[in-house]
């Protein structure tokens, strides 16, 4: 069974752009979590879908959204990008909403130039 | 806020040595705990997880002990092997099922 993708795995942007992120979860999990990663703060958890539905969020300002799709696929968008965004995005699966283990993509470095 | 850290952001060993990795956390809700290992351009892994009720819990090769009483979490790694060298994070889980990671140890296992 396949793992969690993400696409793209690499993406340089200029402050002010938007940029949108995509995630595949393995095949038949229906939650998908996102988290940024950087030296500084670690791993943030950003938010999880399940159903197409926003079911968590953590904290993180309006210009990080997301959403899911009927098949599972998700994508977060992030606005207005800002220096301090750069960082390593990572999607993580589970079968279920509220599952604790999670089984996590490569991940999408973004650099904010 | 609550939060998770760990004691040592760097842990060299010699290739066939125990490694131990030790980690604290300070919300006395969690209920369960996991450990990741996450290698270089890889996203996290899933190595061993341990409930509350539990003390310690057995994987291949890896050893999760968990003390509550001073809420103190340890990774135990036997014969490490050169394919060990990752970065290690714990994670606490408080019941609201969106976990909260430490920073990460950083393992180095030399042959």
């Known amino acids: 069974k396949a793992g969690v993708t993400q696409t793209p795995r690499y993406l340089i942007k200029t402050r002010g752009q938007q940029v949108t992120l995509s995630c595949s979860p393995i095949?038949?999990?229906?939650?998908v979590s996102w988290y940024q990663q950087t030296p500084g703060q670690g791993l943030q958890f950003l938010f999880e879908?399940?159903?197409?539905?926003?079911?968590n969020k953590g904290n993180f300002p309006g210009r990080f959204s997301g959403r899911q799709f009927s098949n599972s696929r998700s994508e977060m968008n992030v606005s207005t990008l800002e220096l301090g965004d750069s960082a390593l995005y990572l999607c993580?699966?589970?079968?279920?909403?509220?599952?604790?283990?999670?089984?996590f993509g490569p991940g999408t470095r973004l650099l904010v130039l | 806020g609550e939060s998770v850290g760990l004691h040592l952001p760097t842990l060299s060993v010699q290739e066939g040595d125990n490694s131990i990795i030790n980690c604290a956390y300070s919300?006395?809700?969690?209920?369960?705990f996991i450990w990741y290992k996450q290698e270089s351009g890889k996203g996290p892994q899933f190595i061993i997880d341990i409930r509350s009720n539990m003390d310690k819990r057995q994987g291949q090769r890896v050893t999760v002990l968990l003390n509550k009483t001073v809420k103190h979490l340890s990774l135990q790694i036997a014969a490490t092997q050169p394919g060990d060298s990752a970065v290690y994070f714990c994670?606490?889980?408080?019941?609201?099922?969106?976990?909260?990671f430490g920073r990460g140890t950083s393992l180095i296992v030399h042959p």
């Open positions: 919300n006395s809700a969690s209920d369960y």
């Open positions: 994670a606490e889980n408080g019941g609201s099922y969106i976990p909260t």
């Open positions: 095949s038949g999990h229906r939650s």
């Open positions: 879908y399940f159903s197409e539905t926003q079911r």
């Open positions: 993580a699966s589970s079968l279920a909403a509220n599952q604790e283990t999670q089984y």
